[in-house]
């Protein structure tokens, strides 16, 4: 079944993703990708208010680590009003629970699949041992399957269940991390059927800063879906439209078509988080300040006012939106500078009044090591380019048991990753910084600790990868889920 997939790109997708990709700067437009059309009226926007997912609470907690447990289900829930959506969610919700851990303090996440198809979860960004890193092949089983005689299981260490303890040490410092499927080669369908999630880490630094919390701290997953004429989801059949990556027509932020939030006239933090299959987005407030805090894996080490926010699938961006001195009543809209359409609209925020405001940006978040060329002890290139009829990197096709490297834990390399389109390029476990994007030095976009970087047509972007954590075997891959599904992924080894 993969393998006939993976050989099906017409000409004709090849052209239509030329026409998106190609068009004005490189840095410009939605990315690689084609529109799938809602077979359904869309929505009127900034009319439902915006959700925020439940906060997951642990089942259990013992002197080492919480526990938590976490069911995949089949449900029906209203997304675009007056419709029903049949998704499948994490505890049977989307986004899933919002899990809330704390740097040091390991977290257990037993995951049951009550689905009717196997499932991996990957913590995007997390800093996790191999074997619960969600490995495209280490599959959860439906609940409903019985297992094969125990000696088929396989000597590889590869167990498969219908529930799966996934251990996360959180070995690392404040973040805005997000989990999502990862099964092999339908982590795309499965993505944007709902089984996606937020997981925010906090630290004791984090926690001394005066910076917007509780209800003043949102997290917003945007991401972009299609609908059938009946509410369903509408995904392109295998093969077809998908192939240069699925973009939606309805934005969703936490699952609601472009929701309306009211506001105090005071600061906000925004954790947001592209869960997009495929479409990057330049987010603008229309009024108001918007400073960016912290990049995907971690603070800043200082605020940096910003225009505008580039995200690309996977990313994160960590910003305090300043809504001080409007007046009440006053609508700001989260514009997307690159959608079309309905697309150039994200959500909007509706101002009631003055509010006592205690918070502030500091002048300095943290302390953030900037690492320099010389500490690279070898410098390696992945190519991210379509041919042989499928999206690859170097040149082959994903192989599970293949790998393209082995670094050693605890050095620091330099990793060249050039493409041929858009290819958000994501790295397991290994967080890295940017060290430049083509003849330039890095963007705003690329400041900080990071583990997705947005690499565009024909250019070259250098980043240190410095391998902290845990030896074992994971993974580098494009985050253009549709890509990622058909062979645009590579192993490597941490020894
Ligand atoms: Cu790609």
């Keep these: 079944m993969s393998l006939t997939r993976r050989g099906l790109l017409t000409v004709t997708g090849a052209t239509g ?16 990708g084609e529109l799938v059309t809602s077979e359904l009226p869309l929505p009127p926007r900034f009319q439902v208010e915006l ?21 995949q289900r089949a449900t029906e829930i209203e997304i675009i009003p007056g419709t029903r959506t049949g998704i499948w ?3 049977g919700v989307f986004p899933g629970p919002t899990f809330r851990g704390r740097s040091g303090r390991e977290m257990v996440v037993t995951v049951r699949n009550e689905l009717p198809v196997p499932t991996s979860t990957h913590l995007h960004g997390g800093v996790t041992p191999a074997e619960s890193d969600g490995f495209p092949t280490d599959l959860i089983l439906p609940a409903g399957y019985s297992p094969p005689p125990p ?3 396989g000597a590889g260490g590869r167990h498969h269940d219908t529930s799966r303890d996934y251990r996360y ?6 973040a805005t991390l997000w989990y999502h499927d990862h099964r092999m080669d339908f982590t795309g369908p499965q993505v944007w059927r709902g089984l996606a999630g937020m997981f925010l880490v906090t630290d004791a630094h984090e926690e001394s800063l005066p910076l917007p919390r509780d209800d003043r701290d949102l997290p917003l997953m945007i991401c972009d879906r299609a609908f059938e004429a009946d509410g369903s989801f509408r995904y392109p059949a295998h093969g077809g439209a998908a192939m240069p990556g699925a973009f939606g027509d309805v934005i969703l932020v936490n699952g609601a078509p472009w929701p309306r939030a009211e506001v105090a006239a005071v600061r906000y933090r925004l954790r947001l988080v592209n869960g997009s299959n495929a479409r990057r987005y330049r987010l603008r407030l229309e009024r108001g ?26 990313e994160r961006a960590d910003v305090i939106a300043d809504f001080t001195g409007l007046a009440a009543g006053t609508e700001v809209t989260l514009r997307n500078t690159i959608g079309a359409g309905p697309a150039d609209a994200v959500m909007r925020f509706v101002v009631t009044g003055p509010a006592a405001d205690d918070s502030r940006i500091p002048e300095r978040l943290g302390d953030v090591e900037v690492l320099h060329r010389g500490l690279a002890v070898t410098e390696r290139q992945f190519d991210f380019r379509f041919g042989a009829g499928r999206w690859q990197i170097n040149n082959v096709p994903y192989d599970p048991a293949g790998s393209l490297c082995a670094p050693r834990l605890g050095t620091v390399e330099l990793w060249r990753f050039t493409s041929d389109f858009h290819h958000p390029v994501h790295v397991h476990m290994a967080h890295f ?6 003849a330039r030095g890095p963007e705003p976009a690329d400041a900080g600790w990071k583990d997705t970087v947005d690499v565009r ?12 954590g845990y030896r074992g075997r994971y993974m580098l891959h494009c985050h253009n889920l549709e890509h990622e599904d058909m062979a645009m992924m590579a192993n490597f080894d941490v020894l």
């Design 151 to 153: 000696d088929h299981h």
């Design 169 to 174: 040490p959180l070995n690392q410092p404040a």
């Design 51 to 71: 959700p925020l997912p439940p906060v997951a609470r642990p089942t259990r907690v013992s002197a080492t680590a919480d526990h938590y447990t976490v069911t």
């Design 457 to 468: 047509p024909y250019e070259t972007v250098q980043v240190l990868v410095r391998f902290a």
């Design 17 to 32: 993703m030329a026409m998106i990709a190609g068009c004005g700067r490189p840095e410009d437009g939605p990315g690689t």
């Design 433 to 438: 910084q940017v060290l430049s994007r083509g």
């Design 289 to 314: 300040a918007l400073t960016r805090i912290g990049s995907d894996t971690g603070l800043l080490a200082a605020p940096a006012p910003c225009e505008d926010v580039l995200l690309a699938p996977g």
């Design 89 to 91: 969610g994490f505890d």
